[in-house]
């Protein structure tokens, strides 16, 4: 009795060191025998028990008789200790009166919906951001003994979580690396709930709220961005028709013919369009020669004086 005594205390000390002496939840071993576990007077109580169960047979029977759900799992107490240290379920399962106590766990996914939090960010901003966190327990012992809510507590860590991760971030990079950020969130719950028997599924943001003057700020300084674009544009166009109107230009000089034939199909365009302009065409050699003699009179006008 001695040595099953200081093997069991060796195995309890060894697991506790394992998961921190903060989180250590000391459960009895699977391999250990209801006798083993419950001692002289749990063995007298358990006959107490099994004896009012058969004194008020079939009574008792609809009492004992627990039914659990395909989704649930059940944690039964008996004197205290968690039983076989594993959750029971589905179907039928016997609890003792008096000495039996049992917890229903739910081990469908769970959605929690972070209510908008106010956070400043890195670059001094200040925002509402909200979010949602979908989870399930995976161990209905370590959510039942380990933690006193588990629910509740998931919900302040996420929130906590959500206000760390983004006040180290910029307000850009809030905007633009929703995911990135998400799977970081998810990590840092994954790992923090695993003594609570929880497995985080996907943390999504839902929506990031800032300031009304800053929405304005920043759409006046897209809007710059936009013309500052535009007229960049609008430049490089200009700089690309002044060129081909210099390499038209030195084509045209190089044949005075093709000046000519420039100067009819402009005309020809002129009069397809339906509008109140008239048009008289002169011929260039007229349009030279009254060059000519401007410059002959700009000339001897000096000459004169």
Same mark, same amino acid.
């Given at each position: ?15 506790? $060191? +394992?998961? /921190? ?21 749990? #063995?007298?109580?358990? +006959?107490?028990?099994?004896? =009012? ?8 029977? #609809?009492?004992?008789?627990? @039914? ?22 589905? /179907? ?6 008096? &000495? ?7 081990? *469908? ?7 908008? $939090? ?12 909200? /979010?949602?966190?979908?989870? *399930? ?20 860590? !996420? ?25 970081? @969130?998810?990590? =840092? ?6 003594? #609570? ?12 709220? &800032?300031?009304?003057?800053?929405? *304005? ?8 961005? *936009?013309?500052?674009? !535009? ?8 700089? %690309?028709? +002044?060129? +081909? =109107? ?10 005075? &013919? !093709? ?29 030279? /020669?009254?060059?000519? &003699?401007?410059?002959? %009179? ?8």
């Amino acid at each position: 009795m001695a040595r099953l005594c200081v093997s069991y205390f060796d195995h309890v000390t060894k697991r506790d $060191q +394992s998961l /921190g002496s903060h989180y250590a939840c000391t459960v009895p071993s699977v391999k250990d025998t209801p006798s083993k576990r419950l001692g002289v007077c749990g #063995w007298i109580l358990w +006959s107490l028990s099994m004896l =009012l169960m058969i004194i008020t047979f079939p009574i008792s029977i #609809w009492m004992c008789l627990k @039914i659990i759900k395909e989704y649930e799992r059940a944690v039964v107490f008996r004197l205290g200790r968690i039983q076989a240290n594993k959750a029971k379920g589905p /179907g039928l399962i016997l609890v003792l009166p008096c &000495i039996d106590v049992f917890v229903k766990v739910d081990l *469908r996914t769970i959605t929690c919906n972070i209510p908008p $939090q106010e956070i400043l960010t890195r670059d001094s901003v200040t925002t509402q951001v909200d /979010g949602v966190v979908y989870y *399930r327990i995976h161990s209905a012992v370590s959510a039942v003994a380990n933690v006193n809510d588990v629910h509740q507590a998931t919900f302040l860590l !996420a929130q906590t979580t959500l206000r760390n991760v983004l006040g180290t971030q910029t307000l850009s990079q809030i905007l633009a690396g929703r995911e990135e950020i998400a799977h970081s @969130i998810q990590t =840092l719950l994954d790992d923090a709930t695993e003594l #609570w028997g929880i497995r985080v599924a996907r943390v999504e943001i839902k929506d990031v709220r &800032i300031p009304l003057q800053l929405q *304005r700020s920043m759409a006046a300084e897209a809007e710059a961005t *936009r013309e500052a674009r !535009a007229r960049v544009v609008a430049a490089e166009g200009e700089m %690309n028709a +002044s060129k +081909s =109107l210099k390499s038209a230009s030195m084509v045209l000089a190089e044949s005075p &013919i !093709a000046l000519q034939l420039r100067y009819l199909q402009t005309l020809t365009t002129v009069a397809t369009e339906k509008n109140s302009t008239i048009v008289f065409p002169l011929p260039m050699n007229i349009l030279e /020669g009254i060059g000519g &003699i401007c410059y002959d %009179n700009h000339k001897k006008a000096p000459q004169k004086a």
